[in-house]
């Protein structure tokens, strides 16, 4: 299957700004990504997604307006621009690929999986 690396986390401090990549090897059969995060001892949450096709857009509330996921097909390349950070944003950050129209939402239903990149938020 194709293989996602993310990188890009760091040690910011809060109100600040970040930018995630996710490449992608080769040509990806996802038909779309997504970014989840996940804090020790609890699941994995949804943060946002796109669609290779058009490029639609979806965001979970905590994130909305803060956040902006994008793609650059032709790099095999997904992006999340994180603004405004707060320390509740510290998690390692993963990018998933997903091949069906299943719920976007739920982390079990993606196909592929970056190893994940730590993102901490100072207060």
């Known amino acids: 299957q194709v293989q996602l690396v993310e990188s890009g986390g760091g040690l910011v401090q809060a109100g600040g700004s970040l930018r995630l990549s996710c490449s992608a090897s080769?040509?990806?059969?996802?038909?779309?990504m997504a970014w989840f995060r996940q804090t020790p001892g609890k699941e994995r949450e949804f943060v946002a997604t796109?669609?290779?096709?058009?490029?639609?857009?979806y965001y979970a509330d905590s994130v909305k307006d803060r956040f902006t996921i994008s793609g650059e097909y032709a790099k095999n390349t997904v992006y999340l621009q994180m603004n405004s950070l707060k320390p509740e944003d510290t998690a390692v950050y993963f990018c998933?690929?997903?091949?069906?129209?299943?719920?976007?939402?739920?982390?079990?239903?993606?196909?592929?999986w970056g190893q994940g990149t730590q993102v901490t938020v100072s207060s």
């Open positions: 796109i669609r290779w096709s058009g490029g639609t857009t």
């Open positions: 080769g040509r990806t059969s996802a038909y779309r």
């Open positions: 998933a690929g997903l091949r069906s129209v299943s719920d976007f939402t739920i982390a079990s239903n993606y196909d592929y």
